[in-house]
């Protein structure tokens, strides 16, 4: 709305499309149900059970097991795997419950059938399982929908897709948060940077990719172009705005982490949108930094490339937590000896 303000901004686990976010999240607690329901899924199956299958069927899809998952994209993850036999009742689903996780990990659609907010990503259900899934509604989205939306008597138990066409029709405030060009933006001069964790429990980073899309869209504009002004990166492994198995310090947040890194335009996001505003020259990939248990007193445990999208950080061979193993490569085909597939 303000579009000479800023001369650069860093958005990490931006929340974008923010009405259909709230409903995107008040959608779990009547998907879940309760936590003293029957088929209710408990912390500690997400945490495990389901994260441990998540992790077998899709962790080695870019060639490296390792506890991350490089492009959620690619994991199509199938629950069935974990259903119950008929001698079993323990350390696996029920037919609801396997429903359920499919319900969990499908995009929302509403009335008119088109999309209303992406799927969760795979992966994300580590820390998901503690507030989306907890059996109980997102308190974020329930005070939105009876404090902004409705009124006080507005039960989350009973949350609807109708629900979700409300809040848009009503945009509060021009709170939608999903413009179709910045091209007054760039026109002053503005450069972007967004970052999201692959593994984000509050917002699922494929939504960051489909406004990139949406963007590209909007303003004619092709990756080439947008990376003018206009950059995306994924980071594989973090959660939302921090933390996670992977390389998830960029120098996001200040304190002790971000302390850990230099303040340098290949290991820092917001030093890398100085060195773009400042000097006009941008990065084409950030080194994110894992210290070990995430101490950085305890000295790094690996780093990792991030590319800008659309390109992918692809497996090349060899040690995986050294970075001349990966390169930034179109997300075409994956570069690796073994198992190539296509998207």
């Known amino acids: 709305m303000f579009p000479g303000d800023f001369n650069g901004i860093v958005a990490g686990s931006p929340a974008l499309d923010f009405n259909n976010l709230q409903s995107w999240r008040a959608n779990f607690f009547p998907i879940t149900g309760p936590n003293t329901s029957s088929n ?8 495990t059970l389901i994260h441990d299958e998540v992790l077998n069927q899709c962790d080695g899809l870019d060639g490296v097991i390792d506890g991350i998952i490089e492009d959620p994209r690619l994991c199509s993850f199938r629950p069935e ?5 008929e001698d079993t009742s323990t350390n696996c689903l029920t037919s609801a419950q396997v429903k359920m996780v499919q319900e969990i990990f499908s995009p929302l659609y509403g009335e008119d059938e088109n999309l209303v907010y992406p799927a969760m990503q795979p992966g994300s259900e580590v ?5 989306l899934y907890a059996g109980a509604p997102f308190s974020y989205s329930e005070s939105w929908f009876k404090y902004v939306v409705y009124d006080p008597s507005w039960d989350a138990a009973h949350f609807s897709i109708h629900d979700a066409a409300v809040a848009e029709a009503l945009n509060p405030s021009n709170i939608r948060t999903w413009p179709e060009t910045l091209f007054d933006f760039q026109k002053s001069g503005g ?5 999201h964790g692959g593994q984000d429990n509050q917002i699922t980073s494929f939504n960051t990719e489909r406004f990139y899309r949406f963007l590209s869209l909007g303003m004619q504009a092709s990756s080439n172009e947008l990376d003018e002004f206009f950059r995306f990166f994924r980071i594989p492994g973090m959660f939302h705005c921090n933390s996670g198995p992977g390389a998830w310090v960029v120098g996001q947040g200040g304190g002790a982490s971000a302390a850990g890194v230099p303040f340098k335009s290949a290991n820092n996001v917001l030093a890398a949108l100085v060195q773009w505003v400042e000097n006009g020259d941008m990065v084409e990939d950030i080194v994110g930094t894992k210290f070990v248990n995430d101490s950085v007193n305890l000295g790094v445990a690996f780093q990792h490339r991030h590319c800008r999208y659309p390109l992918r950080s692809t497996y090349l061979g060899g040690d995986f937590k050294l970075l001349s193993s990966w390169e930034c490569l179109p997300i075409v085909k994956r570069a690796t000896n073994e ?5």
Not at 191 to 195: A, P, T
Not at 339 to 343: A, G, K, L, V
Request: glycine share 4%; net charge positive; charged share 15%.
């Open 127 to 131: 820390l998901a399982a503690g507030n």
């Open 40 to 47: 209710f899924i408990s912390r500690s199956s997400w945490t």
């Open 191 to 195: 450069k972007m940077i967004l970052f």
């Open 81 to 85: 795997a974990l259903i119950c036999k």
């Open 339 to 343: 198992n190539s597939f296509y998207d």
